[in-house]
């Protein structure tokens, strides 16, 4: 994009952007809830469209000079039913949380008990953390994976709702590289009187593309973000039954939100649109086989994954056995050019801004257009910094072979 503009008028902010490509180039990243949008996405949301205001709903604006936000809009509503067989969509969350703040906030009162993933075994801050608004304002249950198999405990989760009979049961996971049976998870609700809030933030883009089971006809409402494996900017996206629309879209505005970002919104419609292309189901098909490669290839190194592997975009790497700890391979492993972040792994003994484990994601490289065989090498790549932690010329030899494997692979 030309930023010729932002240099002249604030040349510091102009270098941050700048330098902030030069790494996003230069770097293997393996966040993963990050993603490259494509340069639609961008333009989308650099538009026009920041400069309206636009409280309300389509044809039901507090503002004139709505007409093209109102195509901008629908165009979003409209993609996302299409793409996920919704009856009801609300595509103007600012982000995941307030999407879930939504769904809390119109069907539950505070001190209301709440069903979902811990933290600390692959859930999210918003399905009931402690530091979380969720934490605060309701009473919170967990269940988690089984110690030995690291999957979810089913039976686990339905004792839990048979015994304390939760408002709303959650199922969604930041950190958990298994299929998740939504079919399982709404039997259990309806058997225990819960709603079901299915939280795809981070497999919406895998259930777009065909790749995971969709919970939309199991759970009373789903929601999502869009960037991660969608592709798409920073937001959030609510789908529900057509019984809790008003209600739903009543809570975004004007409870909890004011105007929505029209150019956020135009540039959901745009990945939308790109997820609709058969082309998409491809890519997430090799999201998941460089995934499952990745994983296979780090065990051959040695490495414990929980679970013993993946069935998404995603796996958690216990480095235990490694006497390493997630804050010392994060930090070591981005001086080699390796992008990650440390992670809690189930049961873990350390804290969480330390953490025994790290997690790693492949939309990014998947996206770059790399393959199995640059998986071997980052499994490798990764093995090597890892066992020499603490030789910088080792690590320094390492950052020049990914230089070299992000050169073969530009973004844009």
């Known amino acids: 994009m030309n930023l010729q503009h932002l240099k002249e008028a604030d040349p510091e902010i102009y270098e ?28 989308s949301q650099g538009s026009v ?21 109102d195509v901008v809009e ?14 009801h969509v609300n595509v103007q969350p600012h982000s995941g949380s307030q999407a879930n703040m939504a769904v809390f906030f119109s069907f539950l009162k505070p001190g209301d008990t709440i069903l979902g993933m811990h933290l600390s075994h692959g859930g999210h801050l918003s399905h009931g953390s402690s530091v979380n608004f969720t934490g605060m304002l309701y009473k919170t249950v967990f269940y988690g994976v089984n110690k030995e198999t690291g999957y979810i405990d089913m039976g686990e989760v339905r004792d839990l709702a048979m015994r304390h009979k939760p408002k709303m049961l959650i199922v969604g996971a930041s950190a958990y590289s298994r299929i998740l049976d939504f079919k399982a998870f709404s039997e259990i609700a309806k058997e225990a009187g819960a709603y079901l809030l299915a939280d795809i933030a981070h497999i919406a883009g895998l259930i777009a593309g065909g790749q ?22 920073r937001g959030g996206i ?14 975004i505005f004007p409870g909890i939100q004011g105007g929505p970002l029209i150019h956020v ?34 065990m051959s ?3 414990k994954i929980i679970s013993g592997g993946t069935d998404n975009h995603l796996m958690l790497v216990d480095l235990s056995n490694m006497n390493v700890t997630g804050k010392e391979a994060e930090e070591s492993l981005d001086k080699a050019g390796i992008t990650v972040n440390k992670n809690s792994i189930p049961y873990d003994d350390k804290s969480p801004t330390v953490t025994s484990g790290i997690r790693l994601g492949t939309p990014s490289v998947t996206t770059r257009g790399m393959g199995n065989s640059e998986m071997d090498e980052i499994a490798s790549a990764i093995s090597d910094v890892i066992r020499n932690i603490s030789n910088p010329s080792v690590i ?17």
């Not at 540039?267 to 058969?278: D, G, H, I, P, T």
């Open 16 to 43: 941050a952007i700048i330098r902030e490509t030069e790494r996003e180039q230069n770097k293997i990243l393996l966040i993963a809830s990050e993603n490259y949008v494509s340069r639609a996405v961008l333009e």
């Open 49 to 69: 469209f920041t400069n309206k205001y636009a409280e309300g709903y389509p044809n039901r604006r507090y503002y004139g000079g709505c007409e093209y936000a």
């Open 74 to 87: 629908n165009l979003a509503i409209s993609r996302a039913k299409e793409l996920f067989g919704a009856e």
């Open 212 to 233: 995971h089971p969709s919970p939309v006809s199991y759970a009373d409402f789903v929601t999502l973000t869009t960037h991660k494996t969608l592709r798409g900017p």
């Open 238 to 251: 609510i789908m529900c039954k057509a019984q809790h629309a008003r209600a739903i879209d009543k809570m």
């Open 265 to 298: 919104i135009a540039s959901k419609a745009v990945a939308l649109k790109e997820a609709l292309n058969k082309n998409f189901r491809d890519y997430q098909k090799r999201v998941i086989s460089n995934a499952k490669r990745l994983a296979e290839g780090l």
């Open 301 to 303: 190194h040695g490495f």
């Open 396 to 412: 320094a030899s390492i950052h020049e072979r990914v230089r070299i494997l992000c050169e073969r692979h530009p973004i844009y």
